[in-house]
């Protein structure tokens, strides 16, 4: 059995970046390629969309490169949560351009905020968390919660804090101290900030549809292999199941969470993870029909 210490992981700090969170998108590499095509074909294609359907030029750039971005965060969420398979993410990257046309635009912070916490737990890039790394993340929840009143991020963040010091190759003290600190600064903020009170409700039919989805993505994640093949970007050794499980659970864990919180709005918020979900849905789906 191969032990890994933290001595270990500082020796193979190599990012070119200073962060440990940070992945790079290699064009050489052809799953690479083809997001990268994809977010320019959601780029264009959503933004001649609103410019057909009368928008303004501001609101056309705004749609237009939202479309790009969030095609790239579906399929970055679909890498995390199922990192031994390419084509979870690509079928993510396909949903979430489907989803922008009669969808509103996800909430970037919120989404963008749970990728980064599901990073951290995953250590796909091999790295551990760097102390600038802790800092932004407790920062970027405390944004979200200030302009958007999403204290649930805040809660999230902190038990990817908790989670990256306790589960193999745990990052202990500094994750279980900024657990503490994400959680305090999500009460202080949710006692200061005034929080919206969004509508709960949701069309039945789609209420038990997003129940469904979670129910078929749990079946899917807990049926995976023991052990996975994909490596740390930087460190090149294998990823962890226990952290990757335990990544998988909390990414449904939020997009469930924040349902019941927000209705249709907390659906729309972190549509790309959604995306990535049924993502892991649909690839299990190919490869049970190809077996």
Not at 8 to 36: C, E, F, K, W
Not at 162 to 183: V, W
Not at 231 to 236: A, E
Request: proline content about 6%; aromatic content about 6%; hydrophobic content about 60%.
């Amino acid at each position: 059995m191969r032990v890994f210490t933290n001595k270990h992981m500082l020796d193979s700090d190599q990012s070119p970046l200073p962060t440990g969170l940070a992945r790079t998108i290699d064009p050489r590499v052809p799953s690479n390629r083809l997001i990268l095509i994809l977010a320019v074909a959601a780029t264009v294609s959503l933004g001649l969309f609103r410019l057909a359907a009368g928008a303004l030029l501001p609101e056309v750039v705004i749609h237009a490169v939202g479309a790009g971005v969030f095609t790239t965060l579906a399929w970055a969420v679909g890498r995390e949560i199922d990192p031994d398979h390419n084509l979870s993410a690509a079928i993510a990257a396909v949903l979430m351009i489907v989803a922008l046309f009669v969808w509103p635009m996800p909430n970037l912070l919120l989404a963008g905020g749970l990728m980064a916490a599901l990073r951290m737990v995953t250590r796909s890039t091999g790295l551990p968390l760097r102390l600038t790394d802790a800092l932004a993340l407790v920062a970027l929840a405390a944004i979200s919660i200030v302009l958007d009143g999403f204290w649930m991020l805040g809660v999230v963040m902190a038990l990817a804090f908790l989670l990256n010091g306790l589960l193999p190759k745990p990052d202990r003290p500094n994750s279980l101290i900024f657990a503490l600190i994400a959680l305090g600064v999500t009460f202080i903020l949710s006692l200061l900030v005034e929080i919206p009170v969004w509508t709960r409700e949701l069309d039945p039919g789609f209420g038990a549809m997003t129940m469904l989805t979670g129910l078929f993505y749990l079946a899917v994640i807990l049926r995976d292999p023991p052990t996975l093949q994909s490596v740390g970007d930087y460190d090149g050794q294998p990823l962890l199941r226990r952290r990757v499980l335990a990544a998988q659970l909390l990414a449904l864990a939020a997009v469930m969470g924040l349902e019941l919180r927000a209705g249709m709005i907390g659906v729309a918020a972190l549509a790309p993870v959604w995306a990535a979900m049924a993502g892991v849905i649909l690839r299990w789906i190919v490869q049970f029909i190809r077996t």
